[in-house]
């Protein structure tokens, strides 16, 4: 079964810091992969996805991942960070093909941006 | 486009108590799915549906109903509520790509939040 791992529950960093948030997964064939955001009180919202074209996918907000096929991981970046940039963050994958597109999500990582 | 709406925001029970959680969306789309969010945990599938008629079990789905009579709207019946669904529901859905497969974006409602006393 597909599984997702992200490291570290929480992960603080400095305004104007670098981000790096960890996923990791378990499938045979590499899946759909996606990174949501998280704002407090609200829904989520799509940060980035991989379909399997560039394996370095832009998102939204200054966000990128990069899909590493011989590490199956999916971590997501951003070169400097922002207050609002403060929120959790759901590392999620999806098998390919018509599998109902079931969701398996990460536990998420909280992000806080200190001043 | 309204999106993904869902009824009520919040809502409070008490042990043994039925209710409805309501989820519509306006945009057309065959894939929809209920998810729980729990501290830690991330969030959990409990039903999904690939089209109007057919629903399936995701991971965790005891103590849960859904039906799916209509495209737009997909909800989700608590049977007997019990202090172990005091969580935060959300409902999902996804368009069919023109490949016929389901689309790869899932796109999601507010959210209810439910306290079971």
């Known amino acids: 079964a597909q599984s997702v791992t992200q490291l570290g529950s929480h992960v603080s960093v400095s305004e104007g810091a670098l981000v790096l948030l960890r996923c990791n997964y378990s499938?045979?064939?590499?899946?759909?992969l996606f990174w949501y955001v998280q704002y407090p009180n609200q829904g989520l919202q799509l940060l980035l996805k991989y379909t399997s074209a560039a394996t370095l996918v832009k998102g939204i907000n200054g966000f990128e991942a990069e899909f590493k096929k011989s590490e199956t991981s999916f971590h997501l970046t951003k070169p400097s960070a922002h207050m609002s940039d403060a929120a959790e963050y759901f590392c999620?994958?999806?098998?390919?093909?018509?599998?109902?597109?079931?969701?398996?999500f990460g536990q998420g990582t909280e992000l806080s941006v200190k001043p | 486009n309204a999106g993904v709406t869902q009824t009520p925001k919040f809502q409070v029970l008490k042990t043994g108590q039925s209710m409805t959680l309501q989820c519509a969306q306006d945009m057309n789309h065959e894939y929809m799915s209920w998810y729980r969010q729990d501290p830690g945990m991330g969030l959990r599938l409990i039903h999904y549906s690939v089209g109007a008629g057919i629903t399936d079990q995701g991971e965790v789905p005891n103590g849960y109903n859904v039906s799916r009579s209509t495209t737009e709207d997909f909800p989700l019946r608590l049977l007997s509520a019990a202090p172990s669904q005091t969580s935060v529901y959300f409902c999902?859905?996804?368009?069919?790509?023109?490949?016929?497969?389901?689309?790869?974006?899932?796109?999601f409602g507010p959210g209810t939040r439910l306290l079971v006393l």
């Open positions: 499938s045979s064939v590499p899946p759909y």
């Open positions: 999902a859905s996804s368009p069919r790509t023109s490949g016929g497969g389901i689309g790869e974006t899932q796109y």
């Open positions: 999620a994958v999806r098998e390919r093909g018509n599998q109902g597109g079931k969701l398996i």
